[in-house]
Structure formats: structure tokens, C-alpha cells
């Protein structure tokens, strides 16, 4: 179920693996995806099973519409729950005891952050590292009060795995230096964590590197090598309180 999962100051973080849930073949068996598609009862349970690992309602698990973007959305205190439709952004932030926040992948990089009362969740894939989504995930988390921000990083496809073609690096390295990559077999690939660390960086935020490549891992959810029938990780955060 999770295959990262620890306590900071400020909140608790955790990192899905593909094993302990109700998701059938070729999903099983911890899917979080899509509760409207074919795997809709399995995703379903495995939800309620996230809610009682982190003692709040299923409904409190608060998931989006994810677009590739760099939107953020607030979970305000009193927001009615759950948060019907989902908002299509990239990146959750509350200042709520009461709810996780969750963010989905299967080769996209989690980053879940937390800091004096507030907490952040950001899908940063390559499109979201070119646009800012964790910058902007940091910024909308200090205007609530945070300071002493720390992020973790947590299962991407690696740059010795994430194969792009040759324009696609230059433009987006051009934009975030960091992010240029090699392929192990020796060719134009792009890290994204790297990415998203030297923008962390510049922004003084710590980063705790839970990463593993997904591509290469079995434990894990893999879109560039399972297909279209890969089910999805998620990133899970849960600020300290009731």
C-alpha cells in the first residue's frame, strides 16, 4: 500500500506502491486513478482504504481534474467536501487538519511539501516542471502563512529513463537548465526531479528525495511501460492535528 510512508513536524506523508488494495487485473492491485472507469469499484475501496489509514472521512480525500497545468487549488475551512467537480489543477494546498491531499501519477513526479500549518500537493510531469507548478504550489502555500517549507519528492520516470526527443530537451532545459538528461542507453532524456530540486532551491525550500524510478520498478505504476492500462500512485499528505 505504501511504499513510502513517514511523519515530518509539520505532517504526514506517504507514497502509494501497486500492492494491498481491491483493484482486478491489469490494475491490481492498489489503483488510485479514475473512479469512472473500468476499475471504478476497486478505486473506489482503495480510496476508503487510504481515508481509514489516515483516520479522516473517504470523502476528505480531496483528489483533482489533473491537467498538466500549473493551477493551484485552496481547501478552504468550510469548502463542502468532497469537492464535486474535481477542480482541474495540478496542485492542492489547505490549511485544513481534516483532509488529505492527493495527487496522482504513474511516471509524473508527486511532491508533497509541508510547513508552519500549511501543506501542499503538486503533479509536476514535464509539462508542469516547465510551467511552475511546484513554484506556484509554494507561493500559494506562503500566502497562507507557511515558512520553513519542506518538500518531498517522490516516484518519477528517472532521467536514465525518460527518453524525449532531441527539440523537446532543448526547449524544455532552456527553461529549466537542471532538467537536462541522458538516457542510459545515450539519448536526450529530461530529470524532472532534477528539475523541480533547483527550482526548489531557488526558492530555499528542503527537499527530502523519496524518489524511485517508476519505469523501472514493478512495485510501481508505469503509463511508458505498462500502457494505457496502468493504474496510478498518488502522493498523500495530511497536515498534523485531529
Known amino acids: 500500500m505504501f511504499g513510502y ?10 507514497f502509494t506502491d501497486r500492492y494491498g488494495g481491491a483493484s482486478k487485473p491489469p490494475y491490481g492491485e492498489f489503483n488510485l486513478g479514475t473512479a469512472a472507469g473500468p476499475d471504478a469499484d476497486g478505486v473506489r475501496t482503495n480510496f476508503q482504504q487510504v481515508a481509514t489509514e489516515f483516520g479522516v472521512r473517504t470523502e476528505h480525500v480531496v483528489v483533482l481534474h489533473q491537467v498538466h497545468g500549473r493551477d493551484v487549488h485552496v481547501v478552504r475551512p468550510g469548502d463542502e467536501l468532497p ?36 501543506i501542499g500537493a503538486a503533479h509536476s510531469g514535464r509539462r508542469g516542471m516547465y510551467a511552475g507548478v511546484v513554484p506556484a504550489t509554494v507561493d500559494a502555500m506562503r500566502k497562507l502563512g507557511a515558512s520553513r517549507i519542506t518538500a518531498v519528492l517522490g516516484p518519477y520516470a528517472c532521467g536514465k529513463c525518460y527518453e524525449v526527443p532531441e527539440e523537446m530537451r532543448a526547449e524544455v532545459s532552456a527553461q529549466v537548465p537542471a532538467s537536462y538528461s541522458e538516457t542510459s542507453w545515450g539519448t536526450p532524456a529530461i530529470d524532472v526531479a532534477a528539475g523541480v530540486r533547483a527550482q526548489l532551491a531557488e526558492l530555499d525550500v528542503e527537499v527530502i528525495d523519496a ?32
Open 5 to 14: 510512508d513517514e511523519v515530518l513536524t509539520a505532517a504526514r506523508v506517504a
Open 211 to 242: 524518489t524511485a524510478c517508476t519505469i523501472e520498478s514493478g512495485n510501481l505504476y508505469s503509463y511508458r511501460r505498462e500502457g494505457p492500462e496502468s493504474g496510478r500512485l498518488a502522493g498523500l499528505i495530511k497536515l498534523a492535528g485531529s
Open 83 to 118: 469537492l464535486n467537480p474535481h477542480p482541474q489543477a495540478d496542485a492542492l494546498v489547505t490549511d485544513r487538519t481534516d483532509v488529505v491531499l492527493a495527487v496522482r501519477a504513474a511516471d509524473c513526479l508527486p511532491v508533497l511539501l509541508a510547513g508552519d500549518g500549511v
